[in-house]
């Protein structure tokens, strides 16, 4: 099988990109800003700002190139992806100064950092609504948004990405799904500019592809099963073998043995890679479809992905019991 799922985290008001609409259903656009006339970005730009997602900073200029601010970038991710406010620990009267240091309550942004939050995105107490954002900090926060909505089914190729080496383990994670669901694509040699100030014409970009990626992916229900037809994951253990599959690339086999019948499934979850080239393959064991009937045989499940050459890989076990074991290429 060689699908699965990964788990699948201002300068002033006036030029605030504020992504204002719920809905991101997107049509022809029949609005122009005058300053993206020719721009790769251009329809879509103009798209969301139809839809009302985004705003200019003008009434007809969108300074595509401009960096993007915490404020802007958190607006941009929270009301595009649709991100919905919840209850914090029972109380639905927590403000966002509760967990901001620099964020008042009365921000025009200050909603979108509360629902983020709410969301489980990543955001540091002391974060700077008006510092300029990384493409990776947006990149990192636009994929935990995308699994805060569901699963999504990806097929895995690890990128070799050239300036990625000082990344956290969780950016390069964030970044990998990014690469392989073609919503981010790499630029010359392989490189991505991680540190760089992500502009607003790649914010929108993005944020364009990811709701229409949501919508599609992740919306209608073509998901991995949920929690409620998982199998007792503590019941089984995985294990990996790795082969040569192609210049600088391994095929990582996952198998999971003793499954009850042919119905059971098995899904990779995601993958954390780790120091010393190291990578834990994380799975859920499913159970069969409802109403369907099955020989009582004693089987197996495999899944297939895809690893860089040098690395070695252990298989856990989502669930409470950990259950992992590895192999490494001879």
Same mark, same amino acid.
């Given at each position: 099988? #060689? ?10 008001? =006036? ?7 719920? *809905?991101?259903?997107?049509? %022809?656009? $029949?609005? $122009?800003? *005058? ?9 879509? @730009?103009?798209? !969301? ?8 900073? =003008? ?11 915490? %404020? ?11 991100? *919905? ?25 200050? *909603?979108?950092? !509360?629902?983020?939050?709410? #969301? ?38 690890? %990128? ?10 969780? &950016? ?14 790499? &630029?010359? #040699? ?36 949920? &929690?409620?037809? %998982? ?9 990996? =073998? !790795? ?6 690339? #391994? ?19 995601? @993958? &954390? ?7 834990? @393959? ?20 495999? $899944? ?27």
């Amino acid at each position: 099988m #060689n699908k699965y799922s990964f788990q699948m985290s201002a300068k002033k008001m =006036t030029i605030a990109c504020g992504i204002l609409a719920a *809905s991101v259903s997107f049509g %022809a656009s $029949a609005f $122009a800003f *005058s300053d993206i006339k020719g721009d790769p970005a251009e329809s879509k @730009i103009n798209a !969301l700002h139809n839809k009302g997602v985004v705003n200019g900073v =003008t009434t007809d200029r969108f300074a595509p190139k401009s960096k993007v601010t915490f %404020a802007q970038g958190i607006q941009f991710i929270v009301n595009g992806l649709q991100l *919905s406010p919840k209850a914090s620990g029972g109380n639905s009267t927590v403000t966002s100064s509760v967990y901001f240091d620099k964020v008042k309550d009365k921000a025009w942004y200050a *909603s979108a950092f !509360l629902i983020a939050k709410q #969301n489980g995105l990543t955001l540091d107490k002391s974060v700077d609504p008006n510092a300029a954002m990384t493409r990776i900090q947006f990149a990192h926060l636009m994929t935990q948004a995308l699994q805060s909505k569901g699963n999504f089914p990806v097929t895995l190729m690890y %990128a070799d990405i050239s300036d990625g080496s000082k990344l956290s383990n969780a &950016e390069m994670n964030s970044l990998q799904i990014l690469v392989n669901t073609r919503l981010v694509t790499l &630029e010359k #040699n392989n490189t991505f500019r991680p540190n760089d100030a992500v502009t607003r014409a790649e914010a929108a970009v993005w944020i364009y592809d990811a709701a229409e990626f949501a919508q599609t992916v992740i919306t209608p229900g073509v998901t991995p099963p949920d &929690e409620g037809s %998982a199998a007792p994951a503590q019941l089984y253990e995985g294990s990996v =073998t !790795l082969e040569k599959a192609g210049q600088g690339v #391994n095929k990582a086999t996952l198998t999971v043995n003793d499954l009850p019948n042919p119905g059971y499934g098995l899904v990779i979850n995601r @993958i &954390e890679f780790g120091k010393d080239k190291t990578a834990v @393959i994380y799975f859920s064991v499913t159970k069969p479809a409802p109403g369907k009937m099955y020989p009582m045989v004693i089987t197996k499940g495999t $899944a297939v992905t895809y690893l860089p050459e040098g690395y070695t890989a252990t298989a856990k076990s989502l669930s409470a019991a950990p259950s992992s074991s590895g192999s490494s290429v001879r």
